[in-house]
């Protein structure tokens, strides 16, 4: 049981590249979700899911494109990279009850820089 | 859609002491609300979580209060040790299934 799986662990991009932050659990949950971390602002969530080929937008989602066709995957694709976007991402997932998100179980983190 | 707010972004207590972290949301529908502790370098991880059916929850030394009517929610950690020495973010999950952060606490134990 591998929880949730995050890569690459860092990336360096040039301006205008894109590329895409894979992220798998298997742990069957519903929920998935992409946050950003920059210091000073919390965890902002960017896209989130509550189920295959389910996507909505959080509070941050310009620039990010999101899809989940499988359960456990939930990749977010960076469209074409803007030095604003350097920042740590982390991957989430959650199992749901009754429509209430549980406990949310984070990946390691991928710290990327847009140059 | 919610908002959290949180305070104070820094605190620095005594080691033994006890440290006091609040939150506030806006959404009234909100229905679970964790706690998340950050140690330099790690990914988060859930310390303690309250419904909002319940006032208080207790897990030997961290207890978070609810206060629903007023839309807060508090984390009180006791008899403070080096080892509490982190970053830690509240949360709040609306009906949407949102879970949404507030701006994080960065807790000093001071020796």
């Known amino acids: 049981n591998a929880g949730v799986t995050q890569t690459p662990k860092f990336q360096v991009l040039k301006t205008g590249q894109s590329m895409t932050l894979q992220c798998a659990q298997d742990?069957?949950?519903?929920?998935m979700s992409w946050y950003r971390q920059d210091p000073g602002m919390g965890l902002r969530l960017i896209h989130y899911s509550v189920g295959a080929g389910i996507t909505d937008q959080g509070e941050v989602p310009n620039g990010y494109n999101v899809s989940r066709s499988t359960t456990e995957d939930f990749p977010l694709r960076l469209l074409s990279a803007a030095p604003s976007q350097t920042s740590v991402y982390f991957c989430?997932?959650?199992?749901?009850?009754?429509?209430?998100?549980?406990?949310?179980?984070f990946g390691q983190g991928t710290r990327l820089t847009v140059v | 859609g919610e908002n959290v707010e949180q305070h104070p972004s820094t605190l620095s207590v005594q080691e033994g002491d006890s440290a006091v972290i609040k939150c506030t949301y806006s959404?009234?529908?909100?229905?679970?609300f964790p706690w998340y502790k950050q140690e330099l370098g790690k990914r988060p991880q859930l310390i303690i979580d309250?419904?909002?059916?319940?006032g208080e929850k207790k897990d030997q030394r961290i207890a978070v209060t609810l206060n629903k009517t007023a839309k807060h929610f508090s984390l009180h950690i006791t008899e403070t040790q080096p080892e509490d020495s982190a970053v830690y973010f509240c949360a709040a999950v609306n009906r949407d299934d949102k879970i949404i952060f507030g701006k994080g606490t960065r807790l000093h134990i001071l020796p």
């Open positions: 959404d009234s529908a909100s229905n679970y």
């Open positions: 742990m069957n949950h519903e929920y």
């Open positions: 309250i419904r909002s059916n319940v």
């Open positions: 989430a997932s959650a199992l749901l009850g009754q429509g209430i998100a549980t406990e949310a179980f």
